[in-house]
């Protein structure tokens, strides 16, 4: 399946796993079920910002954008970042107040088995969207699928607590375990925000930092050193740019030739890398 297409279907998913996992709390009447239910909210806002930012990086460069939309990607995971971190702010207060008021629960068995349909489907789209985003290269996609299988290792943990909390008759853990979810949740929002906001400050690439050191060493011979190597990330693509000193005898044409094939063969490597390369005399 495409991206864009993946993107549709996690937003359609989104809506009817939030309404299964509200069908499970209002049953039980379980503030941890709850909690569960609200997050989806946030998992249905952040699907929208990411079929938002797919359909707007596969655009064109254009005039206003010659180096393509695709940052609009790392925007999104942003805003989703932020979103998270508010659900879980939400979750707390809703938890709080039902801290020290003993809340019946109902038919637990019923309830859960029905949030663990929602989280099976949870977890099918996960692994859709991380196999999707491996083949595409999209980090929109992959940051939605770290933040629903996220969901599913916090469901399950909200499950685990219900059945002691049946057992043993102590409910205030039904309220504890909202709060456990909600760090869990806040967790993963600063962890998105830090990683789309040092993409979006420019944060070089050490990975592809060394392909290219690599490849540029095969070919020592040819040129004298090479320095100020920058690199940073455009969605998929990694621009980098780099100075290489050459014999001052060399002709523009022959210089020219130098640096594109060094570039091409970097490109057969590394598709989604595009080298720039600045021409200079050596130091005296």
């Not at 910002?49 to 797919?54: G, H, R």
């Not at 980098?240 to 014999?247: G, K, M």
């Amino acid at each position: 399946m495409e991206k864009k297409q993946v993107a549709i279907l996690a937003v359609l998913c989104g809506i009817a796993i939030f309404a299964i996992k509200l069908l499970a709390y209002m049953i039980s009447n379980s503030v941890a079920l709850l909690s569960d239910a609200l997050e989806s909210i946030v998992n249905i806002a952040a699907s929208g910002l990411m079929l938002f930012s797919v359909c707007v990086s596969e655009r064109a460069p254009d005039s206003s954008h010659k180096y393509g939309h695709e940052k609009v990607e790392d925007v999104s995971s942003l805003l989703e970042g932020i979103l998270i971190i508010i659900a879980a702010f939400l979750i707390i207060v809703a938890a709080a107040g039902r801290l020290f008021e003993t809340s019946e629960l109902f038919k637990l068995d019923l309830a859960i088995g029905i949030s663990m349909f929602a989280t099976a489907l949870n977890a099918g789209l996960s692994w859709l969207l991380i196999k999707t985003a491996k083949s595409c290269g999209s980090t929109a996609l992959e940051g939605d699928a770290k933040h629903l299988f996220s969901d599913v290792i916090s469901t399950i943990g909200v499950w685990l607590g219900l059945f002691v909390a049946e057992l043993t008759g102590w409910y205030f853990l039904d309220s504890v375990l909202a709060f456990i979810v909600a760090a869990l949740i806040i967790r993963i929002g600063i962890g998105l925000v830090l990683k789309s906001s040092n993409r979006l400050m420019d944060q070089s690439c050490e990975e592809e930092e060394k392909m290219i050191i690599e490849v540029l060493s095969r070919h020592t011979f040819n040129f004298i050193d090479f320095h100020n190597l920058k690199t940073r990330r455009s969605g998929t693509h990694v621009l980098a740019e780099l100075h290489l000193s050459v014999d001052g005898s060399l002709s523009v044409k022959e210089a020219h030739d130098l640096t594109d094939h060094l570039a091409e063969e970097l490109k057969e490597e590394q598709p989604n890398i595009n080298l720039t390369i600045h021409i200079e005399p050596p130091k005296k």
